[in-house]
């Protein structure tokens, strides 16, 4: 069986999706998620794109073990630069070049002749070998641009010392059958493309971005561009799981495999879904929370039977378990370190106790302590960032006879800053009470509210995103009171706010109110 390159772009296309914005240390968490779950590239960022970017580029080259490093940069000696100071560090560093050849681009975006890009090809790959014995191409547009230009594109970029060579779905356009007979065309127009990595990307327009990726598998490219979850510019790229999935459950028809620990599919879904603050939709293939579920009757009946009924794969084999241990309130230490390791979370000491306090505080509340709550309680330990604002006291008064209105107490330091407000409903009232303690004026931008499971007692799940000045905020926060995980969630992307800002954040030193 053939083997098929997972190159991971959850970090650099997948943030391009709208809305999102990690920091240095969420990209390092989710870095070490794709490391453990055996990718073969990371590409970690853009670095010539923002200071952050290239932070977060340099700071995955130095730290993360094992898949190949990328960092994204256009045909221009500026970008490549960049993108070799972020990977001085990195083992095996990767500098992934581009550029549009695409008659469209290159007439409307680029305005040049294809003679000039064919040039460019040849300087920047040239130019990114100076640095480094690994450098990937792609012509982006590849599936509109002309066949016979892209291949002297492909052959100039392998003359000049790329290694891999990509052929993107940039705008979703292609078909299966259509992007088959690209790849066939290009194995066997262009002179020594069997020797390097050939590389599939597809973006997820018209819903193809996984057909198309397979399809050009099975016309042999080797290495194929994914994000977890299907992040990505627009409608997304092709979803990481469900690719992998996809041929571990039908070698018998791709005869193809990966080196991906598949097991810990689950777990990274769920980080990145957290940490990006993007929902993953409950009936999503492999990690939509209906992924496994049987409703109908008659589905009930067959599972029950013999699994293989209705389930062509095992929730295990993407890392869901049926759980030996439910936690209560009577649960000690021992039991909930138990539960960390099986749940594969591997938190220091102080993570831990923090973890188990709040644990206990949740079980006061709820009779059985799950999985799910588990895991939504642990993420918040998972990238902790220092707290510049707590939430200390909460009191709202609402009904439909009456003015919401909300108090509110954070801390900042020593200082305990208390406020009041009225508003539309209890969450505006809360929200307009905090800004005013905080001092910091946000635009509140998008308010989401799951249950993390069923139950009346279910923990509430808020993912809020804030903007000031044209950069956005994501925070979470849980509690079996909405309006609790509510200010929560406000809170911690405030803090995310001041942590990237510097504490100067504007106006934080008000002294009115001050209690
Ligand atoms: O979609 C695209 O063409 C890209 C390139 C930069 C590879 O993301
Ligand atoms: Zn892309």
């Keep these: 069986m053939s083997r098929v390159y997972i190159f991971d772009t959850t970090l650099r296309d997948g943030e391009q999706t709208p809305g999102i914005s990690l920091n240095v240390e969420e990209k390092l968490e989710i870095a070490r998620q794709l490391a453990k779950l055996q990718v073969d590239v990371i590409e970690a960022g853009f670095p010539i794109a923002s200071p952050g970017d290239f932070a977060a580029t340099a700071a995955i080259a130095a730290e993360i073990q094992g898949p190949v490093i990328a960092a994204l940069a256009r045909a221009?000696?500026?970008d490549i630069e960049a993108a070799a100071a972020a990977l001085q560090e990195a083992k095996n560093p990767l500098i992934h070049t581009f550029i549009a050849t695409s008659p469209i681009h290159m007439e409307y975006k680029l305005r040049k002749q294809p003679a000039e890009?064919?040039?460019?090809?040849?300087?920047?790959?040239?130019?990114?070998?100076?640095?480094?014995?690994?450098?990937?191409?792609?012509?982006?547009?590849?599936?509109r641009s002309d066949l016979v230009f892209l291949a002297e594109v492909v052959s100039t970029a392998i003359a000049a010392g790329a290694t891999r060579i990509n052929v993107p779905d940039t705008v979703g356009y292609t078909t299966p059958g259509e992007y088959r007979r690209l790849i066939r065309y290009l194995k066997e127009h262009v002179a020594g493309i069997d020797g390097i990595q050939l590389s599939v990307h597809c973006h997820n327009d018209l819903g193809m971005a996984v057909a198309n990726s397979l399809a050009a598998l099975e016309a042999g490219a080797t290495q194929v561009e994914c994000t977890i979850n299907g992040l990505g510019e627009r409608a997304g790229n092709a979803s990481l799981e469900e690719i992998v999935m996809a041929l571990a459950t039908r070698q018998d028809t791709y005869g193809l495999h990966t080196e991906i620990v598949t097991e810990h599919i689950y777990r990274t879904s769920h980080l990145v879904s957290a940490l990006t603050g993007v929902p993953v939709q409950p009936n999503k293939a492999i990690v939509g929370n209906n992924a496994f579920a049987h409703e109908s009757g008659i589905h009930q009946d067959g599972f029950l039977k013999a699994r293989s009924t209705y389930e062509i794969m095992t929730p295990q084999s993407i890392?869901?378990?049926?759980?030996?241990l439910v936690l209560g309130k009577h649960s000690g230490r021992h039991a909930f370190r138990e539960?960390?390791?099986?749940?594969?979370?591997?938190?220091?000491?102080?993570?831990?106790?923090?973890?188990?306090?709040?644990?206990?505080?949740?079980?006061?509340?709820?009779?059985?302590?799950?999985?799910?709550?588990?895991?939504?309680?642990?993420?918040?330990?998972?990238?902790?960032?220092?707290?510049?604002?707590?939430?200390?006291?909460?009191?709202?008064?609402?009904?439909?006879?009456?003015?919401?209105?909300?108090?509110?107490?954070?801390?900042?330091?020593?200082?305990?800053?208390?406020?009041?407000?009225?508003?539309?409903?209890?969450?505006?009232?809360?929200?307009?009470?905090?800004?005013?303690?905080?001092?910091?004026?946000?635009?509140?931008?998008?308010?989401?509210?799951?249950?993390?499971?069923?139950?009346?007692?279910?923990?509430?799940?808020?993912?809020?995103?804030?903007?000031?000045?044209?950069?956005?905020?994501?925070?979470?926060?849980?509690?079996?009171?909405?309006?609790?995980?509510?200010?929560?969630?406000?809170?911690?992307?405030?803090?995310?706010?001041?942590?990237?800002?510097?504490?100067?954040?504007?106006?934080?030193?008000?002294?009115?109110g001050d209690v």
């Design 339 to 512: 539960k960390l390791k099986e749940l594969g979370y591997n938190l220091s000491e102080q993570d831990t106790e923090q973890a188990f306090q709040r644990f206990i505080a949740l079980a006061d509340k709820k009779k059985e302590v799950s999985d799910r709550d588990l895991d939504a309680l642990l993420k918040e330990e998972l990238v902790a960032i220092p707290e510049s604002f707590t939430l200390d006291y909460i009191h709202i008064s609402s009904g439909n006879q009456t003015v919401p209105t909300a108090t509110v107490r954070l801390t900042r330091g020593e200082r305990g800053i208390a406020e009041a407000a009225c508003g539309s409903g209890p969450v505006d009232a809360v929200y307009r009470a905090i800004d005013r303690a905080s001092g910091i004026p946000v635009q509140l931008e998008s308010y989401a509210l799951q249950a993390v499971t069923g139950g009346k007692d279910a923990l509430g799940e808020v993912t809020v995103r804030i903007s000031d000045n044209g950069s956005s905020y994501t925070g979470r926060g849980i509690s079996t009171d909405i309006i609790e995980a509510s200010a929560r969630a406000y809170v911690h992307a405030l803090n995310k706010l001041v942590y990237q800002k510097g504490p100067d954040s504007k106006n934080v030193a008000r002294q009115e």
């Design 117 to 143: 890009v064919l040039r460019m090809v040849e300087e920047a790959v040239k130019g990114a070998r100076q640095f480094v014995d690994d450098v990937e191409f792609s012509a982006e547009d590849a599936t």
């Design 76 to 78: 221009t000696v500026k």
């Design 319 to 324: 890392g869901l378990h049926q759980s030996r």
